[in-house]
């Protein structure tokens, strides 16, 4: 008999528990929001998709739907948005009105505390330590008149940038069985790190978070990535030139051929167009060419830029800016980005700048 009632609990346990893993709950108080409506959306942009919406009663809210797999989700709270992770664990918010000083005014805001599972924590500290990085760099842009400061908060968003990489490679080590793992991985390293250090830190992660849909993410954008790395094929294209014709990177088979992913507010790019035209002119008639895929978005500019630097080599965009499809194509999250190919369209080095790209295409041809 006691096997029976064992095995009755165990039943009842495991599908409370189904119950669980396929339901979100986000309850709140507020309790001077009565009226006010709280919003789940799909993300922190400003004109997410909401997903889900709660009206404070009684100074309380209450979210609760089925929840197909744990995803970064977003609320807003009195036209203000907070990151939350949506998983199947409760998730508690708290609003009250504080008083705080402001330019030496008392003033009072809303102060919202989100408490939930580890996963929300774990991806807190994440964002802590990149927000001390992001305030450096807007120091850095306002110092830009005063040197000697500018100098000095250089240095401390480097050590900044450091400490940012070592809570993300410590939170992906100490918590490899956390959706936030996976997270991090997705939205702070698989674009931007090398590509055999990504897969490093992904294999670091358990079978069940590797298979979850972040984790299935950031295998989608290392295989994305290998499409794009030194050895393999580039990947063709289409997009229309400055008349409106259209060109692939197919039809250019047969030279060395250098892709360039820039735009015309990009400084970056801008400091680097000397070496480019340094290095088009000397080997062009070699078999050397270029091909400039601008993320512009305003015909005008990418035009304006091309005259007024004198870029003479080809020129292609869809004028799409960062929603570009040959910039996803190649996995280009940041520009300048450049890819060197080979007479039969093999990339044979990327992100190739000054000096180096001078030695590279000098070494080939």
Not at 71 to 85: C, K, Q, T, Y
Not at 153 to 167: C, D, G, H
Not at 178 to 195: G, N, P, Q, T
Request: charged share 25%.
């Amino acid at each position: 008999m006691k096997h029976v009632l064992w095995g009755a609990l165990l039943c009842v346990l495991c599908l409370g528990c189904a119950q669980r893993e396929n339901t979100y709950l986000i309850e709140g108080d507020w309790k001077d929001g009565e009226g006010q409506v709280v919003y789940l959306k799909s993300s922190m942009d400003k004109d997410a998709e909401i997903l889900d919406s709660a009206v404070v009663q009684g100074g309380v809210f209450k979210m609760q739907q089925p929840l197909a797999y744990v995803h970064p989700r977003a609320l807003s709270v009195n036209g203000s948005s907070h990151f939350i992770i949506l998983d199947s664990l409760p998730i508690h918010v708290k609003c009250e009105q504080v008083k705080a000083q402001v330019k030496g005014k008392e003033i009072e805001r809303l102060q919202v505390k989100i408490e939930g599972s580890v996963e929300q924590d774990i991806f807190k500290a994440m964002l802590q330590a990149q927000q001390v990085e992001m305030f450096l760099m807007l120091g850095l842009a306002y110092a830009k008149e005063d040197p000697t400061i500018q100098d000095t908060l250089a240095q401390v968003y480097i050590r900044a940038k450091e400490q940012t990489a070592k809570t993300i490679d410590s939170l992906v080590t100490n918590y490899p069985n956390s959706y936030a793992a996976a997270l991090i991985l997705r939205d702070f390293v698989a674009k931007h790190r090398e590509l055999p250090e990504v897969e490093e830190m992904y294999g670091q992660l358990t079978p069940w978070i590797r298979q979850s849909y972040l984790g299935r993410e950031v295998k989608a954008i290392i295989d994305a990535r290998k499409t794009v790395a030194v050895g393999s094929v580039a990947p063709d294209f289409a997009l229309q030139t400055l008349d409106g014709k259209t060109i692939s990177l197919k039809d250019l088979r047969g030279k060395f051929v250098l892709v360039d992913f820039w735009a015309s507010w990009c400084g970056p790019c801008m400091a680097e167009v000397p070496n480019v035209k340094k290095v088009y002119e000397k080997f062009h008639v070699k078999g050397f060419e270029v091909v400039g895929v601008s993320l512009d978005e305003k015909k005008e500019a990418w035009t304006n830029a091309i005259a007024k630097h004198g870029l003479s080599w080809l020129h292609v965009s869809s004028l799409k800016g960062w929603k570009c499809p040959v910039a996803a194509q190649y996995s280009v999250t940041g520009i300048p980005a450049t890819f060197l190919l080979d007479p039969e369209g093999k990339i044979i080095a990327r992100n190739l700048r000054g000096e180096e790209l001078m030695e590279a295409v000098a070494k080939v041809l």
